[in-house]
């Protein structure tokens, strides 16, 4: 129990180009999300926390117009880099947290490797 | 400003033996730990959650959590080539948020 999927995996585009990235919980109803980059051996960054119905609460110095967060049903949250940059490449990796029992724990997803030529 | 410690290491461990990680933290209501654990190039995977003091067994690995002292370890016994990771530990803050250590890479020598 408790997968969380996201897709793509990996992610190549041109510089300028929008990148949507999707994350679902498979067999939970998750009413929160969270959206993570990492970069090279450096440690997990929150970027965002989304509530089903709700606008995503941003980390400071992470721009909201630019990644674009939706998370319009209880399995599926999607986050868009809007005009993406070479600095803008990264592991993307959401996770879940279930709304029942195991309230407390977050699920993650395999991560998306995006990479902006 | 919640804080969650780790030695970033490495830590070298020889294989069969135990290898030992510890965390630390600053805020003194947290009530939820987790340790997860991450390969190169992949995401998270938890491996233990604890809630209470005391040690919390499952398998090949042992949480610790100790309140007062504001730490939790993790024990993995029989340390095998392919438990090398680097281990994440996270505290969960009252608005059910993670906070994040930078996490301690394990190397386990055969």
């Known amino acids: 129990g408790a997968v969380v999927s996201q897709h793509p995996s990996r992610v190549i585009c041109k510089s300028g180009t929008s990148v949507k990235i999707e994350c679902r919980s498979l067999?939970?109803?998750?009413?929160?999300m969270f959206w993570y980059r990492q970069f090279p051996k450096q440690s997990l960054m929150l970027m965002a926390t989304s509530n089903e119905g709700s606008k995503a609460t941003y980390e400071q110095g992470v721009e909201k117009d630019k990644f674009l967060i939706n998370h319009a049903s209880l399995t599926l949250s999607t986050l868009t880099v809007t005009s993406a940059h070479p600095e803008d490449s990264s592991f993307y990796i959401c996770?879940?947290?279930?709304?029942?029992?195991?309230?407390?724990?977050?699920?993650f997803g395999p991560g998306t490797r995006l990479l902006v030529l | 400003q919640k804080e969650v410690e780790q030695n970033s290491g490495p830590l070298s461990v020889p294989e069969g033996a135990i290898a030992s990680l510890n965390c630390t933290y600053s805020?003194?209501?947290?009530?939820?730990f987790f340790w997860y654990r991450q390969y190169s190039g992949k995401s998270p995977e938890l491996i233990m959650s604890i809630y209470s003091n005391g040690d919390k067994e499952d398998g090949r690995f042992t949480a610790q959590l100790n309140k007062a002292s504001q730490y939790v370890s993790l024990l993995i016994r029989d340390s095998q080539p392919s438990d090398s990771a680097t281990y994440l530990c996270a505290v969960m803050d009252s608005n059910y948020q993670l906070i994040w250590g930078a996490g301690t890479k394990l190397i386990i020598k055969p």
């Open positions: 996770s879940a947290r279930s709304a029942g029992e195991l309230q407390e724990t977050q699920y």
């Open positions: 805020d003194r209501v947290s009530q939820s």
């Open positions: 067999d939970f109803q998750a009413t929160t």
